[in-house]
């Protein structure tokens, strides 16, 4: 669910195909709260605002030893580096 512009996430100890290429797009250039709640959410606030708005973003992941942290990082990573792919090849 999201706090303002904090989202908590629980790992829920499998995998759910809700990190593709289908959820990138939708999350893609949306403003937060447009699209249910989603690390991709997040990712595109802190892209957009580094991007459009040129100030450096930080996003903070903490929890106890298991919660995810490292797949929530590698999922945020995977959506930054594919909305930066698909910028930097626009025409």
């Known amino acids: 669910t999201y706090i303002g512009s904090i989202l908590v996430s629980v790992n829920p100890y499998r995998l759910y195909n809700i990190y ?3 959820q990138v797009l939708q999350y ?3 403003a937060l709260g447009e699209n249910p709640p989603h690390l991709f959410a997040i990712a595109n606030v802190a ?3 580094v991007m459009d708005a040129k100030h450096n973003q930080c996003i903070i992941i903490s929890g106890e030893s298991g ?4 797949e929530a990082t590698k999922l945020i990573l995977r ?5 930066s792919q698909k910028r930097s090849t626009a025409p």
């Open 20 to 22: 593709g290429t289908e």
């Open 28 to 30: 893609e250039g949306r």
């Open 47 to 49: 892209y957009s605002k």
């Open 67 to 70: 919660s995810g942290k490292t």
């Open 79 to 83: 959506y930054l580096a594919a909305v």
